[in-house]
C-alpha cells in the first residue's frame, strides 16, 4: 500500500497542486509573522543591550511619575565602588515650528544628554551638545518633519514659556524609549536641561561600577522609593516594555493566519472528499485485491500526510521570505522598530509551521478517508462514478436549530442586554457569531439549491442551455457546493463586517465628535491644565466674523460622594481626584436626566460616567475640595451624557472662581457667523492667538479628518490581510472545478456530441463557478451585516448603524468575478479534451 500511494502521488503530480498552494499560503502566512516579530524582538533586544551595556547600575524612582532628589546624586558618588555617577533630567520643553507655535500633540520632552563612559545617546548625524549652553540635539523624527538639518537655529520654551533660541548641532535616535518616540526629544547639557524644565530632581541616576556588593549599597543609599537595576536588568526591562506592542502585533497578525489556516482546511476536505469519489473503482479494485479497510484508510492518510509536510515546508520558506519583505518595507519607509537583526528561522516557528500544516491537513482528509473505507469491492465493477446523493436528516436540521437559536441568542444578549463599552459583551456577541456560523456550515448543502436558484436566475436567463446548465450543476452535489462556498463565506463574512464596523464607526464617532466639538475651531494648549490667557477668548468676542466664543475653565480636585440626598450612593470613588469645572458661553451640552438650564451656585452637573463611579443621580450630594473655599458639599442637578464637551463637575462661573481663583481657560471653542468665509475666519482666530505660542488652534475639519485618515488606513490593513483568505477560497473553487471537470469528463464529452460548443461549454463552467461565487458572497454579507451591527451595539454606547451599500456590492461582485476567474484553465481543459476519448473513458 505505501507503494501504491507513492506511486499515485508520482502519477498526478498536479493533481493536489491547488491543495498544496492552499496549506502552502497558510503556513507560509503564519510562518511570516514569527519571522518579522521574532526578529524585530531580537532588534529590540540588541538596541536594548547597545543602550544599557554602558551602565553598571541604574537607579529608577519606584513610582514613573516621580523623580529622585538631587542629593542621592552626591551620595551615589561618594559611595565605594562608583567609578561614576551621572543624573538623568527630564521635563517638558516645547519645540516651535516655523510658523511660530509649539509642535506635535504633546509638548516636547527636554533630556540632558552626558558625555562620558555614561553616555547612552546614539547620534545619527552632528555631535552632542558638548558645553555650550546655546546648542541642542533633536530626535529623528522630529527633525524630518520639521524640516530642520544640522546648523539651523531653533526655539525651545522654557518653563515659563519664555522662548529660548539653539544651534542644532546633532541629530539622535531616541531608541526604545516610547514616550521619546510620542513626543519627540531635544537634548541639552544637564546644566541647560535643569534650567529649561526647572526639573527639581533626576528621571535616572546611572552608575559605573558593578558588582553585588556596590547594588547592595546603592539601594541601601537610595532607600524605599527608588528600584536599582543592573545594566543587564534595565536592558531586560527596556526591551520587555518596547515589546509588548510587539506582543500584540504577533497575536493580530496571527488570527488573520488562523482564518487562512480554516479556509485551506475546508479546500483540503473538499479536495480529498472529490477525490475519494472520484477514485472510487481504485479503492474498490484494491479491496477487491486484498486490501483492507486499515490500508485503504492509512493510504489517504498518508497521502495527505505527504502533501501536508511538502505543503509546509513550502510555507516556511515562503514566510522566510515574506518576513525578509516586510522588514525590507519597514526599513525603506523608516519605520521605528529595529529592522537590523538577522533574519532566521527558529526552531519554534519551524516546528510550529510544519505541526500546524500537517494538523490542517491530516484532519482535513480524515472524514474523507473514512469515507474511502466504505467503499464496496463491487464498486470495482462499475463503469460511472456514483452521482452523490443528498438527503437531508433530521438530526441536521435540529442541530442546525439549536446552534442558530443559541448563536443569534448569545449575540443577542450581548448586543442588547449587556452594557456596552466593554470587551465582555464584544467577544459575547463573538460567541455568538461562532455558533451561528456553525448553524451554517451544517444547513449549508440544505441552502445551496434554494440559493443557487435564487443567486442563478439571471445568469440562466443571459446566458441560455449553458446557464441553466450550470445553474444546475451548481446544485447537483449539495454536499460539495456548500464546502466549496464557504471557504469563500468567511472571508466575505469578516470583510463585511469590517466595512459594517468601520463605517458605523465613522457615522458614530463624527456624531459624537459633533456634539464634543460642536464648534468650527478649538483654543487650546498641548496639556490639560489651564494655560489659555483670557485675553484671547475677549479679542475673539470682539471679532465681527464669529458667531459664539464658549470659555471653558477646569482644573483638578478631590471629591467624595457624601450618600446624603434622595438616590446618593455611597461613594465607589470616594477622595478621587477629578476634573471640576465651569464654562461661559452658549453650550447646551446633552443632558441625560436633571436640568442645567439655571446653574445656581451650591450646585453641580455631574458627566455620566462619573455618576456611576460615585454613585450619584439628581438630589444627591457630593463633597468637593476647593483651592480657596475648603470643602463644599453641592447638589447634583444634572446628569451629563459622557461625551460632553464640559468638565466631569461642572459648576457655574462665579462659584468657581470663589472656589478655585481666577484661573486662565483651559481651552476656548468658537464658531464661525455664517455667511464668513472659513480662511478669513481662521486669520481671526490665529491673529488673536498669535502671541502665545503655547496656544494652538485647531479645526474641526482637521480632527475629523484625522480621525477619517486612521479609520480609512486601518480599512485597508485589514482588508489587505484577509485577502489572503479570500484568495485561498478562490483557489478552492479552481480546484474544486478542476476536480469536478474531471469527475464530469463524460458528460461534458456527451454534451459536446449533443451539440453544445466548446464556447458554451467554457461558458456553462464559468456561470457554475460565478453562481458558487455568488452564493458564498451573498451568506457572508447577511452574516457580515448582522453581526456588524450586534458588534457596534456591543462596542458603543448609542452607535449607528451604517450599512457600506457601495462596498459590499463591490465584494459581492468581485467575488463574482473572481469565481469566474478561478474556472478559466478548467473550463480551457474541459473545452480542449477529445469527444471519443473522453467518452471512452470509464
Not at 484494491?286 to 485503504?296: D, K, P
Not at 498641548?526 to 470659555?551: F, G, H, K, T, Y
Request: with cysteine; net charge positive; aromatic share 4%.
Amino acid at each position: 500500500m505505501l507503494r501504491t500511494t507513492l506511486a499515485g502521488l508520482r502519477a498526478h503530480k498536479l493533481r493536489l497542486l491547488l491543495t498544496s498552494l492552499a496549506i502552502t499560503l497558510g503556513v507560509g502566512f503564519i510562518a511570516g509573522t514569527f519571522v518579522l516579530t521574532d526578529t524585530i524582538k531580537a532588534g529590540l533586544s540588541q538596541q536594548a543591550t547597545a543602550e544599557a551595556d554602558k551602565v553598571g547600575l541604574a537607579v529608577l524612582p519606584e513610582d514613573s511619575e516621580a523623580v529622585l532628589p538631587e542629593r542621592l546624586l552626591d551620595q551615589m558618588r561618594g559611595l565605594s565602588g562608583v567609578l561614576e555617577a551621572q543624573g538623568l533630567i527630564r521635563g517638558s520643553a516645547p519645540l516651535l515650528g516655523k510658523d511660530g507655535k509649539v509642535v506635535g500633540n504633546a509638548p516636547t520632552t527636554a533630556v540632558s544628554i552626558v558625555t562620558g563612559r555614561l553616555d547612552r545617546t546614539t547620534m545619527i548625524s552632528g555631535t552632542g551638545p558638548g558645553s555650550d549652553d546655546q546648542v541642542a540635539v533633536l530626535d529623528k523624527n522630529t527633525a524630518k518633519a520639521q524640516g530642520l538639518k544640522l546648523g539651523d537655529t531653533i526655539t525651545v520654551l522654557d518653563s515659563r514659556h519664555r522662548e529660548q533660541r539653539f544651534r542644532l548641532v546633532g541629530i539622535m535616535d531616541t531608541g526604545l524609549d516610547q514616550t521619546l518616540a510620542y513626543t519627540g526629544a531635544v537634548g541639552f547639557t544637564p546644566a541647560t536641561a535643569q534650567r529649561m524644565t526647572s526639573a527639581k530632581g533626576f528621571a535616572e541616576i546611572d552608575i559605573a561600577g558593578d558588582g553585588a556588593e556596590l547594588k547592595q549599597a546603592v539601594a541601601s543609599a537610595a532607600g524605599a522609593g527608588a528600584v536599582v537595576k543592573t545594566g543587564a536588568e534595565l536592558a531586560k526591562s527596556l526591551a520587555a516594555e518596547s515589546g509588548i506592542q510587539m506582543e500584540s502585533l504577533t497575536i493580530g497578525l496571527l488570527l488573520f493566519g488562523l482564518v487562512a489556516m480554516m479556509v485551506a482546511a475546508l479546500v483540503i476536505y473538499n479536495t480529498f472528499n472529490i477525490l475519494v469519489a472520484q477514485r472510487a473503482r481504485e479503492m474498490a479494485l484494491l479491496r477487491c485485491i486484498g486490501a483492507t479497510r486499515g490500508q485503504v484508510f492509512g493510504s489517504i492518510v498518508l497521502e495527505s500526510t505527504a502533501v501536508g509536510l511538502l505543503s509546509s515546508v513550502l510555507g516556511l520558506l515562503v514566510g522566510y521570505g515574506l518576513g525578509a519583505a516586510t522588514l525590507a518595507v519597514l526599513g525603506a519607509l523608516d519605520a521605528p522598530l529595529p529592522t537590523n537583526a538577522a533574519i532566521a528561522l527558529t526552531p519554534v516557528t519551524m516546528l510550529s509551521g510544519l505541526g500546524l500544516g500537517l494538523l490542517v491537513t491530516v484532519g482535513a482528509a480524515l472524514l474523507p478517508a473514512r469515507a474511502a473505507t466504505r467503499v464496496a469491492p463491487i464498486a470495482a465493477l462499475r463503469t460511472q462514478v456514483e452521482e452523490q446523493t443528498f438527503r437531508t436528516g433530521v438530526v441536521r436540521v435540529v442541530l442546525a436549530a439549536l446552534f442558530l437559536v443559541a448563536g443569534l441568542g448569545t449575540a443577542g444578549y450581548g448586543a442588547l442586554v449587556m452594557e456596552p463599552g466593554q470587551m465582555v459583551p464584544l467577544f459575547v456577541v463573538m460567541g455568538g457569531g461562532a455558533l451561528t456560523f456553525l448553524a451554517v456550515l451544517i444547513l449549508g448543502p440544505v441552502l445551496v439549491k434554494p440559493l443557487s436558484a435564487l443567486v442563478g436566475w439571471i445568469p440562466a436567463r443571459l446566458f441560455g442551455v449553458p446557464g441553466r446548465l450550470a445553474v444546475d450543476n451548481s446544485g447537483r452535489n449539495p454536499r460539495r457546493a456548500a464546502t466549496t462556498t464557504v471557504a469563500l463565506t468567511i472571508g466575505v463574512t469578516l470583510m463585511t463586517l469590517i466595512s459594517v464596523i468601520t463605517a458605523s464607526t465613522r457615522v458614530t464617532m463624527t456624531a459624537k465628535l459633533d456634539n464634543q466639538f460642536p464648534i468650527d475651531y478649538l483654543v487650546a494648549t498641548q496639556e490639560r491644565d489651564a494655560a489659555v490667557p483670557r485675553s484671547v477668548a475677549d479679542a475673539l468676542r470682539r471679532s465681527p466674523e464669529l458667531s459664539s466664543v464658549v470659555q471653558i475653565r477646569a482644573t483638578k480636585a478631590k471629591v467624595s460622594g457624601s450618600g446624603s440626598g434622595s438616590g446618593s450612593g455611597s461613594g465607589s470613588g470616594s477622595g478621587d481626584s477629578v476634573r471640576v469645572g465651569t464654562f461661559s458661553g452658549p453650550l447646551k451640552p446633552e443632558v441625560r436626566s436633571g436640568s442645567m438650564d439655571r446653574l445656581a451656585p451650591g450646585q453641580v452637573a455631574v458627566a455620566d460616567p462619573a455618576a456611576k463611579q460615585f454613585g450619584l443621580r439628581v438630589g444627591g450630594t457630593v463633597a468637593v475640595r476647593t483651592a480657596k473655599a475648603g470643602t463644599v458639599t453641592l447638589r447634583v442637578v444634572a446628569i451629563l451624557a459622557g461625551d460632553s464637551s464640559l468638565p466631569t463637575f461642572t459648576v457655574a462661573e462665579r462659584p468657581f472662581e470663589e472656589y478655585f481663583g481666577q484661573l486662565p481657560d483651559t481651552r476656548v471653542m468658537v464658531n464661525i457667523k455664517d455667511g464668513v468665509p472659513p480662511a478669513q475666519a481662521r486669520k481671526v482666530v490665529d491673529a488673536a492667538t498669535a502671541a502665545y505660542p503655547m496656544v494652538k488652534v485647531t479645526s474641526a475639519t482637521e480632527v475629523r479628518g484625522q480621525f477619517d485618515d486612521t479609520l480609512d488606513m486601518l480599512l485597508m490593513i485589514i482588508t489587505g490581510l484577509l485577502g489572503l483568505a479570500i484568495l485561498i477560497s478562490l483557489l478552492g473553487i479552481a480546484n474544486t472545478l478542476s476536480l469536478s471537470v474531471h469527475e464530469r469528463t463524460r458528460e461534458s464529452a456527451l454534451l459536446r456530441a449533443l451539440g453544445l460548443t466548446r464556447p458554451q461549454l467554457r461558458r456553462m463552467l464559468s456561470v457554475e463557478a460565478l453562481v458558487l461565487g455568488l452564493i458564498g458572497a451573498l451568506v457572508g454579507v447577511v452574516l457580515g451585516g448582522v453581526f456588524g451591527w450586534a458588534a457596534m451595539r456591543a462596542m458603543i454606547d448609542g452607535a449607528a448603524f451604517v450599512v457600506p451599500v457601495g462596498q459590499i456590492a463591490l465584494f459581492v461582485v468581485l467575488s463574482g468575478l473572481a469565481g469566474v476567474l478561478a474556472a478559466v484553465l478548467p473550463a480551457r481543459r474541459a473545452a480542449r479534451a477529445s469527444i471519443v476519448g473522453s467518452l471512452a473513458t470509464g
